[in-house]
């Protein structure tokens, strides 16, 4: 939908969007060995070039809405990098959208960061939490930005996903006008949505433990990795067949199984291997199990005996049911365990002495205030990471200003 290299002066043209990535831009000003007429930025974001495009696509009410989504890789100056967290260039997928009313752009927007938020939740077992940006997080452009905002378990806040309600900011700027149904030309109202890479880091970085990755079944590729084990050459055939008759009867069930044969790695390796890869459920086969037409099953999210179960039936009635509910429980379990772990690290608090208390601990601070923001910022390194949808009920104070306050905000470091 768009190209690599922006024109300098697409990203000129609206003054907000160029202010709030100038210093991330990268620039061509050589190609071929000669210096370039006119520059190009190496994208970071498509606003632009996607707008320049609406300007030919779009002449009346019936080209609306008009929508464009991909999966680009995009590219910010980035001066501290972290893997899949912050990166010079990252893969990510983005949304544009084209509509005849703001009513229409607000649902839109509201319906995304709705969708995002389910998918944490439901898939990645990540309890965010959604809000509105404040006015200096908002994204360069936009009327509104929201955000889907995830405790990682250093504690600090990653931006997970965001939905930008653009208004007429690009319309205006791009001329992208169309004959309503009256005849009267209008400008467009806009919206722009986005999800990366980070989100890999965010479950990395949420549910991983000191032995490695650990994935919740609703995302991993390997939901079952199978390891048969034998000692003497004579006990190899009878485990093998077993194990590969466990592994049909899962995968015919709709089960993602992996049945680890090899026979260059010890157990021992393959144990810590798959815990490392984050599978949830580990399969065990050995002689004595052949004889009992039966399995072990250990689970990733609870580490030594207590996620060992001995003895359960290689029948397909008995072993389906059993791996299908063991994998549920550990979808719900780390969701658990990651809302708990976050609720845990949110400290209330209603002056800025206590605000900066909390932060100076690692933790998040959740009060009333959306002004002073650069301050804190300045003072504690820590910023708005969104005004929650969901606010106490009742008045409310200005931590900082002392005055009456609308919404509560939640305050955290990030990277």
């Known amino acids: 939908m768009s190209g690599f290299f922006i024109p300098y002066p697409f ?22 060995g000669k210096e370039l007429e006119e520059k190009l930025v190496v994208r970071p974001t498509s606003e632009t070039i996607v707008n320049h495009m609406f300007t030919q696509w779009i002449h009346s009410y019936r080209d609306l809405p008009l929508l464009g989504n991909q999966w680009a890789n995009v590219m910010r100056w980035e001066m501290r990098t972290k893997p899949f967290v912050r990166t010079l260039e990252f893969l990510w997928q983005e949304g544009y959208i084209a509509h005849a009313t703001l ?12 969708i995002y938020t389910k998918f944490a939740y ?33 504690r600090k806040a990653l931006q997970a996903g965001t939905s930008h309600n653009l208004g007429q900011n690009f319309s205006r700027a791009f001329g992208i006008q169309f004959a309503d149904e009256n005849g009267q030309r209008q400008h467009v109202w806009q919206t722009s ?49 077993a194990a590969v008759a466990v592994n049909e009867v899962l995968r015919n069930a709709g089960i993602k199984v992996k049945l680890d044969d090899s026979e260059q790695r010890t157990r021992g390796w393959k144990f810590n291997f798959w815990e490392m890869k984050g599978v949830p459920l580990r399969i065990e086969i ?7 037409s039966s399995v072990v099953i250990s689970r990733r999210d609870m580490p030594g005996k207590k996620g060992k179960v001995f003895g359960i039936s290689v029948e397909p009635s008995v072993l389906i049911p059993y791996v299908k509910d063991k994998l549920n429980e550990i979808q719900a379990s780390l969701l658990d365990m990651a809302i708990s772990f976050r609720d845990s690290n949110i400290v209330d608090v209603s002056s800025y002495d206590e605000l900066k208390a909390a932060i100076s601990e690692g933790n998040w601070a959740r009060g009333p205030c959306d002004k002073e923001e650069l ?3 300045e003072e504690t390194g820590a910023t708005i990471r969104c005004l929650p949808f969901e606010q106490p009920q009742g008045p409310k104070t200005c931590l900082m200003m002392g005055n009456a306050a609308d919404e509560v905000a939640i305050f955290a470091k990030s990277y």
């Open 375 to 377: 301050k804190v910022k």
């Open 193 to 241: 949505w986005a999800i990366s890479t980070r989100f890999i880091g965010g479950i990395i970085m949420t549910h991983g433990d000191e032995a490695g990755l650990m994935l919740p079944p609703n995302i991993a590729p390997v939901q079952v990795v199978i390891t048969p084990i034998w000692k003497k050459p004579d006990e190899k055939t009878g485990v093998l067949s």
């Open 122 to 154: 439901e898939q990645a077992a990540i309890p965010v939490i959604a809000g509105r940006k404040s006015k200096v997080e908002t994204f360069a452009g936009a009327s509104k930005t929201y955000t889907i905002e995830a405790m990682m378990g250093d």
């Open 286 to 292: 050995g002689p004595r199990d052949v004889s009992n």
């Open 103 to 114: 009513e229409e752009a607000e649902k839109e927007v509201m319906q995304m960061i709705d």
């Open 11 to 32: 990203i000129e043209k609206e003054a907000s969007h160029v202010e709030g990535f100038c210093p991330e831009l990268a620039l061509v000003t050589i190609g071929g």
